[in-house]
């Protein structure tokens, strides 16, 4: 016989039950798939919670972070370089509609030009 090395309520009935050695004793609980096997002294049938400071605030913060970043993402991803290529692209078909997949095209291509050349300056610059 394994005794029980948890503490004991007011009732007899064991609390702080996460103890190896606990005889699963517990009413209105049976023996489930967690409670047997190998590991049956490691089960935890109810495991205290405890909630951190300002936990609502932290989780709001979270969703608003979220949803800035992925605005930012779009704004940089998809917009800017639509913006750069409407523009370049008007410049030398002035009349009729573009496709949106050419004006993103070129913008991307001119944006990705500009950072080469960049760093192809600072790496001069720096030798």
């Known amino acids: 016989d394994v005794p029980n090395q948890g503490e004991e309520s007011e ?5 702080n039950i996460g103890v190896p050695g ?4 517990i009413e209105g609980l049976g023996m489930g798939a967690a409670q047997t096997g190998p590991n049956a002294e490691l089960f935890v049938p109810f495991q205290p919670y405890y909630r951190p400071a300002y936990f609502k605030r932290r989780v709001l913060a979270l969703i608003a972070v979220t949803c800035a970043s992925m605005f930012l993402l779009f704004v940089f991803i998809l917009s800017v370089p639509v913006s750069i290529g409407r523009f370049i692209l008007q410049l030398f078909m002035p009349a009729g509609q573009l496709h949106e997949l050419y004006t993103f095209a070129c913008g991307l ?8 050349l960049g760093t192809l300056l600072y ?3 720096v030798q």
Do not use: C, F, Q
């Open 123 to 125: 790496n001069w610059a």
């Open 109 to 116: 291509y001119t944006l990705w030009a500009l950072t080469r």
């Open 11 to 15: 009732s007899g009935k064991l609390i």
């Open 22 to 25: 606990y005889s699963n004793n």
